[in-house]
């Protein structure tokens, strides 16, 4: 009986090599550097008859040695195993280390293996990161190795070698980002009414856009109040302020964004040109009429809010029982919620109105409907009614606010 050449991994070498070989001859098995047999040893067991359908079909076994010298089918073909394997789904990258289990199941292959991790290539400005060699002897069977202490966002090669040249794994790998540091540069074109920012480098992650707020200030009409949040690409770097009238007062915040998030915002405050006067005391009372402590009532003069183009006409009344400047800039960019007696300070909707032209409302008349309650106003509070118009897409909100300050 004879067994023919097994057609198996063509990287296998086998000793000795030839087309032909004997009944329970035995056969060396080998592979290149780095890797092993899945035996070591296999032995001709001749040609194996076996009833298939209507007639017989004729196979060639093969025998392999375990470890303990006992002899087994090899029960399919024998394969080039990786001697060292990184353990698959154990690579772990974070923002700051890479960390890997792995596992060696010839030990001869793996004396001497040493892991290192370093920058893949010198790092430049504006993003310099410094070079962090992590170098680790690996031993035995199975271990961990980590390169800790590394940059965000940043490239290093992780090998893993036996000296002098056989490497066993190598891989380059991008630390995760985190969020960007904040704008370093922010000012106002005064001549454009246009806002600047100095463009931030994907040091720590790529930079996906921007996030504005703006916040304006004004004091025609008794106060008002805009409030817009904007998502900005990448490359823009400017974006015109609101335009209102003299004495407008701008607060601004701009962010980077990474896949990780915003990062931290860059203030600024701006003052537009013209007075720099507030209104007369008596501009909000003008608007404010007929208070009556008794019956928990005031009757305001509404009028629409022209200055938010594509904005719908539905217009939200909201109450805020404070004069609060913080409080009023959250109510206006805020959602707002039903009537909570527990919770005074907190902006509730009195009414929601399709206001086209200018009406008389009369605050605290009582009348609920689906979402606000026109609640009585209460004796010796402080009031804040805001008139609101908002327009929302994917990329911008603007929340328009004409404030109405009074006392009952």
């Not at 056969?27 to 032995?43: M, N, Q, R, W, Y």
């Not at 154990?90 to 001869?108: F, G, H, M």
């Not at 600047?196 to 703006?214: D, H, M, T």
């Not at 025609?220 to 974006?239: A, K």
Request: net charge negative.
């Amino acid at each position: 009986e004879t067994c023919q050449r097994p057609l198996w991994d063509p990287r296998l070498r086998l000793a000795p090599d030839q087309e032909l070989y004997k009944e329970n001859e035995e056969v060396a098995l080998s592979c290149p550097e780095g890797f092993k047999p899945s035996f070591t040893h296999i032995k001709c067991a001749g040609e194996m008859q076996t009833a298939e359908h209507s007639g017989f079909a004729d196979r060639t076994t093969w025998l392999g040695r375990k470890s303990t010298g006992v002899w087994i089918h090899t029960e399919g073909p024998v394969l080039c195993l990786e001697a060292f394997q990184v353990v698959p789904g154990t690579l772990e990258v974070s923002t700051t280390s890479i960390k890997l289990n792995w596992t060696c199941s010839l030990p001869d292959a793996c004396q001497r293996m040493q892991a290192t991790c370093r920058l893949s290539g010198p790092s430049s400005p504006p993003c310099e990161a410094e070079e962090v060699t992590a170098q680790e002897m690996l031993h035995g069977q199975n271990g961990t190795f980590t390169c800790d202490h590394l940059q965000p966002f940043t490239l290093y090669n992780v090998t893993i070698s036996v000296p002098p040249s056989t490497i066993l794994f190598t891989r380059l790998l991008r630390t995760k980002a985190t969020v960007p540091e904040k704008p370093e540069r922010l000012w106002l074109d005064a001549s454009t009414g246009t806002l600047r920012w100095q463009a931030l480098p994907s040091c720590k992650g790529e930079i996906l856009g921007y996030q504005l707020n703006v916040t304006a200030w004004g004091p025609q009409d008794g106060g008002f109040l805009q409030v817009e949040r904007l998502r900005l690409s990448s490359s823009d770097t400017e974006h015109p302020l609101p335009a209102h009238g003299p004495g407008t007062r701008y607060t601004v915040a701009v962010r980077g964004l990474t896949a990780a998030g915003a990062g931290a915002a860059l203030l600024g405050e701006f003052q537009s040109n013209g007075s720099d006067t507030a209104a007369p005391p008596d501009a909000s009372s003008r608007l404010v009429r007929d208070i009556s402590p008794s019956q928990g009532t005031a009757v305001l003069r509404l009028r629409p809010i022209p200055w938010v183009p594509g904005a719908a006409s539905e217009h939200q009344l909201l109450v805020a029982m404070t004069h609060n400047s913080t409080v009023l800039e959250g109510a206006c960019s805020g959602e707002p919620q039903p009537f909570n007696a527990s919770r005074p300070p907190d902006a509730y909707v009195a009414a929601v109105l399709n206001l086209s032209a200018q009406m008389d409302f009369v605050l605290g008349d009582g009348t609920r409907g689906h979402g606000f309650h026109n609640a009585p106003l209460r004796p010796g509070w402080d009031y804040t009614a805001l008139l609101r118009l908002e327009r929302r897409s994917q990329q911008e909100e603007t929340f328009a606010c004409v404030c109405y300050s009074f006392s009952v």
